[in-house]
């Protein structure tokens, strides 16, 4: 089955400057791959998503790039504010079914 | 739009009650439902995948008969956890995605904080 790597597990930036996060999967089937924002006691949002047709997408400061080769996806947030300090989880569709396998979460703290 | 509705948001009840608690999509038809299991400062867990009309597959190591599911319509699924006891303490969240491609996202409830006294 599928299993995915993230990393780091904690990351502390100053504001304004960028934060990537790394994740790995190993089911070469696997061909969607979203990202979720979870603050604190809060539900896991959505905030971008990729599927494995292509190899980049962005909206506004958050972007994802996704190598199907190396099966390594990142998520990289520009010009970060303290209210983008939360957990950030990635996930992998379990090739073939619609389950979605996560990473173990990176709890990333933007300091003013 | 994509808002998915979860009640009730936490319960505390004493040890050999039984807890539901309800999942629904409030704008959309949720084909295929999913219920996770989240221990603090951790990742989520699938338990369950509920498709509407037909019984919930579940992932191994997790009873059926403990963690009852039902998916009678294409808004609302529910979870049931039979005969609570303590180590069934966690935060239960449910996700819904519409449509039959599996490539379609998730939304989540605000999850359930259940603890079991």
């Known amino acids: 089955g599928e299993n995915v790597e993230q990393h780091p597990s904690t990351l502390s930036v100053q504001e304004g400057d960028s934060a990537v996060i790394k994740c790995t999967y190993s089911?070469?089937?696997?061909?969607?791959f979203p990202w979720y924002k979870q603050e604190l006691g809060k539900r896991p949002q959505l905030i971008i998503d990729i599927r494995s047709n292509v190899g980049e997408k962005k909206d506004q400061r958050i972007a994802v790039t996704l190598n199907k080769t190396a099966k390594h996806f990142s998520l990289h947030i520009t010009e970060t504010q303290p209210e983008d300090s939360a957990v950030y989880f990635c996930a992998a569709s379990q090739g073939g079914s619609e389950k979605l396998v996560f990473g173990k979460g990176t709890k990333l703290t933007v300091n003013p | 739009g994509a808002v998915v509705s979860q009640h009730p948001s936490r319960v505390i009840c004493k040890s050999g009650t039984s807890v539901k608690i309800e999942c629904r999509s409030l704008?959309?038809?949720?084909?295929?439902m999913f219920w996770y299991r989240q221990f603090p400062k951790q990742s989520l867990m699938l338990m369950a995948t509920?498709?509407?009309?037909?019984?919930?597959?579940?992932e191994q190591g997790v009873e059926k008969d403990k963690f009852l599911i039902n998916h009678a319509s294409l808004t609302l699924s529910t979870l049931t956890v039979t005969s609570a006891h303590p180590e069934d303490s966690s935060f239960y969240i449910c996700?819904?995605?519409?449509?039959?491609?599996?490539?379609?996202?998730?939304?989540f409830g605000d999850g359930t904080r259940l603890s079991i006294l």
């Open positions: 996700s819904a995605r519409g449509g039959t491609a599996y490539n379609q996202p998730q939304h």
């Open positions: 089911d070469s089937a696997s061909n969607y």
């Open positions: 704008d959309f038809q949720a084909t295929t």
């Open positions: 509920s498709n509407e009309g037909s019984k919930a597959t579940y």
